[in-house]
């Protein structure tokens, strides 16, 4: 008895496991550091800004739409970095191309909001000259609701709330880059 019980439970937690929700991209690999075509092209980076691939499966049940930050918590700023927030994203939407920022070709109906430097889109990594690598963290969230209450103007920290507060289900995935 002891043995079947144990085996239910193993296949339960694996068949939970094998449908997690996650978030992957195709545009860098996740063990090195972001290739200069992703970093940000201003204060003092010299990079292509490109935004890269963002690809997530397994939504939970219920999602009604998806949001996605990027975020550097090492940044000196006393509360992190954003660098790039997006929200309503369909929920029958599963991808971002590589470049969809920049030409603004992101799913219909959504909304960037403003980077901490100050513009609309996608910001690419530009961590201080000589610090340690900055850890750059990308989440997909799935969202309770169709619609949040943003726009291009929102900035960083309105849009982590306005997820935040309606947040069914997350992945992520953390790369790092230094100068």
Not at 37 to 61: A, I, M, Q, T
């Amino acid at each position: 008895m002891k043995n079947i019980l144990f085996l239910s439970i193993l296949s339960l937690f694996q068949v939970s496991a094998a449908s997690a929700f996650s978030l992957k991209t195709s545009s860098f690999n996740l063990k090195q550091a972001m290739p200069e075509r992703h970093v940000y092209n201003s204060f003092g980076c010299s990079g292509e800004n490109v935004s890269p691939s963002l690809e997530w499966d397994n939504p939970p049940k219920g999602t009604k739409s998806y949001a996605i930050t990027v975020y550097d918590p090492d940044a000196p700023t006393g509360s992190g970095w954003w660098h790039w927030t997006i929200a309503n994203i369909p929920a029958t939407e599963t991808k971002i191309t590589e470049g969809a920022s920049n030409k603004k070709k992101l799913p219909k109906g959504s909304v960037e909001g403003r980077t901490d430097f100050g513009s609309t889109g996608y910001g690419g990594p530009c961590p201080p000259k000589n610090d340690k690598p900055h850890r750059y963290i990308f989440t997909v969230y799935a969202l309770k609701k169709d619609k949040l209450d943003v726009s291009a103007e929102s900035s960083g920290a309105a849009m982590g709330f306005n997820i935040k507060a309606n947040t069914i289900g997350e992945a992520s995935f953390t790369v790092k880059f230094g100068r």
